[in-house]
């Protein structure tokens, strides 16, 4: 069986200013599997906006050809779209969310861009989100606001149902290979220093700077270390504002399970 289950280890090169090194990653999305928590060392003390916005997402999916079914989290950047971790969906035939306090309650997704250098994807919830989110809730998320982390940051990682504090370690130049594919890439992320678990690939990562009202997104989790202990990797905001306005200037993509290969493929 091909899936998210048996947690990959991917060889990346991490190249920043101060160092450069060779380090194994799991991917941290997982199959379905209701024992699967965050790790709750990390919870904070008390409630943030981030919580307030209600952004955070459950996303399952069900297995496209020889994949498992998997699950991973997601952030809602709008009122109808949600970003995550592209290696979250692309081996998935179909997608549901649902968001706290069991709004959305297993609302059906549809992957409408994804892009498989950056670890970026975007569903659009299928059908009318007011018809199952109450509309409060709906009006206090808005479109997300994309920022950019330095070094010694500390951050918040919105988990389902938890919340991670986090310092950044360093932004760096990953090289790796594509999602669900071998082609050599490179994207721009950030070290973390603490462990995300399975399921927590697509968790939106928070910063509120000084003297600033409102939380931006800086990054997105798709990693964590397999060989060094509280060491995760995030997506850098620079790359989903890339990824966001490359999917706002593109005509709409579809996309459909290609069984042979276990993904999903673009229908041109």
């Not at 289950?5 to 199959?31: D, E, M, W, Y």
């Not at 059906?108 to 670890?119: K, L």
């Not at 989903?240 to 042979?260: G, H, N, T």
Request: aromatic share 2%; hydrophobic share 45%; charged share 20%.
């Amino acid at each position: 069986m091909v899936g998210c289950c048996s947690q990959p280890q991917v060889s990346v090169k991490l190249t920043s200013i101060a160092t450069s090194l060779i380090a194994v990653i799991a991917l941290a999305a997982g199959c379905l599997d209701p024992s699967a928590t965050a790790d709750e060392g990390q919870e904070l003390a008390e409630v943030t906006p981030v919580s307030e916005g209600g952004r955070t997402v459950a996303i399952h999916t069900s297995g496209c050809g020889a994949a498992n079914d998997g699950f991973g989290t997601g952030v809602l950047i709008d009122d109808q779209m949600i970003l995550t971790a592209a290696h979250v969906v692309a081996s998935s035939m179909s997608v549901t969310v649902d968001g706290r306090d069991g709004l959305l309650d297993g609302a059906p997704g549809t992957v409408v861009a994804m892009d498989r250098a950056a670890d970026l994807a975007l569903i659009s919830i299928v059908g009318d989100v007011s018809a199952s989110s109450p509309s409060r809730w709906v009006r206090s998320t808005g479109a997300v606001d994309i920022g950019r982390a330095k070094p010694a940051d500390v951050v918040t990682i919105a988990l389902d149902g938890d919340l991670l504090s986090a310092s950044v370690v360093e932004r760096s130049l990953l090289r790796t290979a594509e999602v669900r594919g071998t082609a050599p890439v490179e994207r721009v992320g950030y070290r973390l220093d603490v462990e995300t678990d399975t399921g927590d690939s697509g968790a939106g990562v928070y910063l509120m700077s000084p003297g600033e009202d409102n939380v931006r997104l800086v990054g997105l989790v798709f990693a964590n270390s397999a060989d060094v202990v509280n060491t995760s990797w995030a997506v850098a905001g620079s790359e989903i504002e890339m990824f966001l306005a490359e999917v706002e200037s593109a005509m709409a993509r579809s996309y459909q399970c290609d069984e042979a290969i276990s993904r999903l493929v673009l229908v041109e």
